[in-house]
């Protein structure tokens, strides 16, 4: 079954310090694997979308890694501000347009 | 223009009620979705429309009933709710459905936060 863990749950930064969220995905065959915010009550909005041959890629504070044999995914944020309060959703795309969406990692971040 | 448009943003409906959701995009692609999304949990597919015709359907009720009118629209048709029904309901569109597109980007729209009582 193709599944899509995320951890953790939640976590609570205070602004200006780093943080890593983790992704395990299960999905086969791999197509990309995308890293999605969304803000409370609000759509979401793409961050980062790798391919089976892409390790790192960057988007402005946001730095995602895939390391495809393990399948294991992060997405670190540098130097967290307010803004960066909001969901992370681990999304994975498998054969045809198959989806599968993690539970999401919620950040709060405070002054 | 990288938008995908959602109305209405807010609606309140009883379960006798008829509404629908609308959504609409113009940066040309043929592929469009409805998700489903309770508090604090991922999006869940309901429907996708490739090229106007619906391709996938989640096994939805009934009660929910999907529509494109053309490339650019897609609306929800809602009738006989129930409360679980409420949440927030996603539209949003890729260049196409086919997996051909190099990642088959996915842009959502704002959402519409759907109350039954």
């Known amino acids: 079954k193709n599944q899509v863990e995320q951890s953790p749950q939640s976590l609570i930064i205070l602004e200006g310090k780093n943080c890593t969220l983790q992704?395990?995905?299960?999905?086969?065959?791999?197509?990309?694997l995308r890293w999605y915010k969304q803000d409370t009550g609000r759509g979401p909005v793409s961050l980062t979308i790798?391919?089976?041959?892409?390790n790192t890629k960057s988007n402005g504070r946001y730095t995602a890694t895939l390391d495809a044999d393990t399948k294991q995914s992060s997405l670190h944020i540098t130097a967290s501000q307010l803004s960066d309060s909001a969901s992370y959703i681990c999304?994975?795309?498998?054969?045809?347009?198959?989806?599968?969406f993690g539970g999401g990692t919620r950040v709060l971040v405070k002054p | 223009d990288t938008e995908v448009t959602q109305t209405p943003k807010h609606l309140v409906m009883g379960m006798t009620n008829k509404k629908s959701l609308k959504c609409e995009q113009h940066?040309?692609?043929?592929?469009m979705y409805w998700y489903k999304q309770k508090a604090k949990k991922p999006p869940e597919l309901m429907f996708v429309?490739?090229?106007?015709?619906?391709?996938i359907n989640e096994s939805v009720p009934s009660r929910f009933s999907p529509e494109c009118p053309n490339s650019s629209l897609l609306n929800l048709h809602l009738h006989a709710l129930q409360p679980e029904d409420s949440a927030l309901y996603l539209c949003?569109?890729?260049?196409?459905?086919?997996?051909?597109?190099?990642?088959?980007?996915?842009?959502f729209g704002e959402g519409s936060r759907l109350t039954v009582l």
């Open positions: 999304v994975v795309k498998g054969a045809g347009n198959k989806l599968t």
């Open positions: 940066m040309g692609h043929r592929a």
């Open positions: 790798m391919t089976f041959s892409e």
């Open positions: 992704c395990n995905y299960t999905v086969s065959p791999f197509s990309n």
């Open positions: 949003a569109s890729s260049q196409d459905a086919s997996g051909s597109y190099k990642t088959g980007e996915l842009f």
């Open positions: 429309y490739s090229y106007e015709k619906l391709s």
